[in-house]
Nanobody
């Protein structure tokens, strides 16, 4: 049974930082492209960042230079370090594993507000 469990969301002031984690089980983690997506109220889910098995990364223009995606294959975990957070970063953040199949986590809420 595949499970992706996100954690680390919460309420933060503008300019603050959060680190999201996504722990995977039931898959050969090191073989999967791992991604972080987000969905704000009334908007479509969008890609935030992605990391390949070899460690290549890409980011949406809206987070480039502020967010960093990384992975620890020994821990079957992918991370999203979010710095200089803005109110427009407020959303539910989802982890996705992609290889032959696609798997999603349940999401974690990030709220950026003063």
């Amino acid at each position: 049974q595949v499970q992706l469990v996100e954690s680390g969301g919460g309420l933060v002031q503008p300019g603050g930082s959060l680190r999201l984690s996504c722990a995977a089980s039931g898959i050969s983690f090191s073989r999967y492209v791992m991604g972080w997506y987000r969905q704000a109220p009334g908007k479509q889910r969008e890609l935030v960042a992605r990391i390949t098995p070899s460690g290549n990364t890409n980011y949406s223009d809206s987070v480039k230079g502020r967010f960093t995606i990384s992975r620890d294959n020994a821990k079957n975990t992918v991370y999203l370090q979010m710095n200089s957070l803005k109110p427009e970063d407020t959303a539910v953040y989802y982890c996705k594993a992609n290889n032959v199949g696609n798997y999603w986590g349940q999401g974690t809420q990030v709220t950026v507000s003063s």
